[in-house]
């Protein structure tokens, strides 16, 4: 199994994304961390203790991270996720807190502490707490293995701004760092997240699963449903992530010279090609039906209380 972070601000599709690593005896997960993005901190912290009290898995530790972005006032919550960040579905309140220390601070240390280039970083929401390492603890955060992050909009029109995506324009600083620290960085673009896309029938079968992980992903993807009118899909922006790593031959990647817009609008977070700036690997292309097939296949592999042993 690979060590794996997961920094996340949950979120229906991160939900989702958290269920699958669950699920898959490919990672080991060291800790989730917070980010504010689809809903304020407290929230995202609190939908990530849910998640693994429904999995069973309070063995994992939540650090809460960044309530606001690098540099500017945060944006006001999407309300495309409900009003709890992860459209009202049912979830146990955890039985333990989070960590006291900041998600920051914990994750420099646990880097610090393990072999270089063997920890993993999935980012599923803004980037701040990756840039908030990168500045932090540079020597630490050159220890990480990849950091696979959903974001960006390369081709493809963008889902805040005409050609920005929500995960890069709620801190386009944080985007920046991140981008171009040099850092072995994948990023999962629009271009590749709005062709995995599950349909009404998709997460029925899913939702009607004996599978808790299953039926629970199912039913998060029917909330999803409810927060948006004649739509007979929805993308599946984070679980994106999981897929790449479990399964990188169903990408098709290119390196782009990258760099971010950190203008103060709906430009804010835009990517343009910019030959000259640092080299990023890109996912471009997916094989959506076997991204579904897979996500489908781990998710109803293992059920909520299974255990996997490092
Ligand atoms: C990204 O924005 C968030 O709303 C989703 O959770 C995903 O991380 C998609 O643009
Ligand atoms: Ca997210």
Redesign the pocket.
């Known amino acids: 199994p690979r060590m794996t972070v997961i920094d996340t601000?949950p979120?229906?599709?991160?939900a989702i994304g958290i269920l699958l690593a669950l699920s898959s005896p490919e990672f080991t997960i060291a800790g989730v961390t917070t980010v504010a993005?689809?809903i304020g901190i407290e929230a995202t912290t609190r939908n990530a203790g849910r998640l693994l009290a429904f999995a069973g898995r309070e063995d994992i530790s939540v650090f809460q991270g960044a309530a606001a972005p690098l540099s500017r006032v945060g944006p006001e919550p999407?309300n495309?996720?409900g009003e709890d960040g992860i459209g009202g579905v049912a979830l146990p309140d955890p039985a333990r807190p989070p960590e006291g220390r900041n998600a920051v601070e914990w994750l420099a240390e646990f880097l610090l502490d393990q072999p270089v280039g063997t920890v993993d970083v999935l980012a599923?929401?803004p980037l701040t707490n990756i840039a908030r390492l990168i500045l932090a603890s540079p020597e630490a955060a050159k220890r990480v293995g990849r950091v696979i992050a959903?974001?960006g909009a390369i081709y493809e029109r963008g889902?805040?701004g005409p050609r920005s995506?929500?995960?890069l324009w709620a801190d386009p600083e944080a985007a920046a760092v991140v981008v171009t620290s040099g850092l072995p960085l994948v990023l999962i673009p629009?271009d590749v997240?709005r062709r995995v896309r599950a349909t009404r029938e998709f997460s029925g079968i899913l939702a009607s699963s004996e599978k808790s992980f299953a039926s629970m992903a199912g039913k998060l993807i029917e909330s999803y449903f409810e927060s948006t009118t004649n739509r007979e899909s929805r993308p599946l922006?984070?679980p994106c992530v999981m897929l790449f790593a479990l399964s990188p031959e169903l990408f098709h990647c290119e390196n782009l010279e990258l760099s971010v817009s950190t203008a103060g609008n709906e430009h804010a977070g835009e990517l343009a090609v910019a030959a000259g700036s640092t080299s990023v690997r890109v996912a471009l292309r997916v094989d959506a039906p076997a991204a579904l097939e897979l996500l489908e296949r781990q998710l109803t592999a293992a059920q909520a209380g299974d255990k996997f042993k490092i």
């Open positions: 601000d979120g229906i599709d991160d993005g689809n999407l495309l996720h599923l929401g959903m974001g889902n805040v995506e929500f995960n629009l997240t922006h984070d």
